[in-house]
């Protein structure tokens, strides 16, 4: 069965430091990649995804992320973080001939000012 | 555009009881999905409605839930009689196309006690 792991289930970070969350997914066809974040008191919302391509995905806000295939893995990272980055991040992936999202268990980021 | 709409935002029943939930996807968004996060855990794929038909219902715990979606728009989900392990967060999403990103609600928080 498929399933994704995150390796960071509480990041605490001071503001300017370097971030990278790990994601690692099992499943051996042609996937999909998303890093998903929810902001305190907001909705889940996509800050970036990857279908082909560029294994470098840019995003919003800064972040990218980097689908290794060998590794099967698609880390999330920011060079500098800032306050408004405290959130939940969650990765998911589905196979390419599902809609089904398979997520993580999410990591809780802290940034301090 | 409004985004997808959950009602009720929190949900408080005893173990036994019967709750329905709702969501109002975005207009025109024919694919509708729903998943659930347990306290702690991943966030689970229930169910995926194409307009008013069941796409894919792998996910759904058991028959003490029942989701419908008459006339292709809003959808409601059951519980029916909830147990104590119902408990988490029911989140709703939508699409306009299979392959396009998910617009999440902010989730009903269901306990059940």
């Known amino acids: 069965a498929q399933s994704v792991s995150q390796h960071n289930h509480h990041v605490i970070l001071s503001e300017a430091a370097s971030l990278e969350l790990g994601c690692n997914y099992s499943y051996g066809g042609t996937v999909n990649l998303f890093w998903y974040v929810q902001y305190p008191g907001q909705h889940l919302q996509l800050l970036l995804k990857?279908?082909?391509?560029?294994?470098l995905v840019k995003g919003i806000k800064g972040f990218e992320a980097e689908f290794i295939k060998s590794k099967f893995s698609f880390n999330l990272r920011k060079p500098s973080v800032q306050w408004s980055d405290t959130a939940e991040y969650f990765c998911?992936?589905?196979?390419?001939?599902?809609?089904?999202?398979?997520f993580g268990t999410g990591t809780r980021l802290q940034v301090f000012p | 555009e409004a985004g997808v709409t959950q009602f009720p935002s929190h949900s408080v029943i005893e173990k036994g009881q019967t709750v329905t939930l709702r969501c109002d996807p975005i207009s025109g968004h024919d694919n509708l999905y729903w998943y659930r996060r347990v306290m702690g855990k991943e966030i689970k794929f229930l169910l995926h409605?194409?307009?008013?038909?069941?796409?894919?219902e792998s996910g759904m715990p058991n028959n003490r839930f029942l989701a419908e979606r008459t006339g292709g728009t809003y959808s409601t989900l059951k519980v029916q009689p909830a147990e104590l392990e119902d408990s988490g967060v029911y989140f709703c999403a939508s699409s306009r196309v299979r392959s396009s990103p998910l617009h999440f609600g902010n989730g009903t928080r269901l306990t059940v006690t």
């Open positions: 998911a992936v589905n196979a390419h001939n599902t809609d089904k999202l398979i």
């Open positions: 990857y279908f082909s391509g560029d294994p």
């Open positions: 409605f194409v307009k008013e038909s069941k796409q894919d």
